[in-house]
């Protein structure tokens, strides 16, 4: 129905940058919030930044604010997520997720999931 596409990821030093894309196909869904999650092994997936799809709104978690900074572009249908000042502690499988979120940070409240990409920031 959905299906939503990651791209983008790969691996950097500390310190550096890197921006994911996530390519969104099939229904239509403008009254969605679009998110991206992370996890790391042997850890639970966290929430990591969404922004409403219709109004543009963003919220982030504290870990990433002021360095990440999630966006969107309507006629590609693509959201993205600049990570900048990236940390040994961003190295995570990073996921992008869309549905009618009550409560953004959840992962129980996403229907559609991409299949990830992976982001390595060495030391």
């Known amino acids: 129905q959905v299906q939503l596409v990651e791209s983008g990821g790969g691996l950097v030093q500390a310190g550096g940058s890197l921006r994911l894309s996530c390519a969104a196909s099939g229904r239509t869904f403008s009254s969605y919030v679009m998110a991206w999650f992370r996890q790391a092994p042997g850890k639970e997936r966290e929430f990591v930044a969404a922004?409403?799809?219709?109004?543009?709104?963003?919220y982030y978690a504290d870990s990433v604010k002021g360095r990440f900074t999630i966006s969107r572009d309507n006629a590609k249908n693509t959201v993205y997520l600049q990570m900048n000042s990236l940390k040994p502690e961003d190295t995570a499988v990073y996921y992008c997720a869309a549905g009618v979120a009550w409560s953004y940070a959840r992962t129980s409240q996403y229907a559609f999931w991409g299949q990830g990409t992976q982001v390595t920031v060495s030391s």
């Open positions: 922004i409403s799809w219709s109004s543009g709104n963003t």
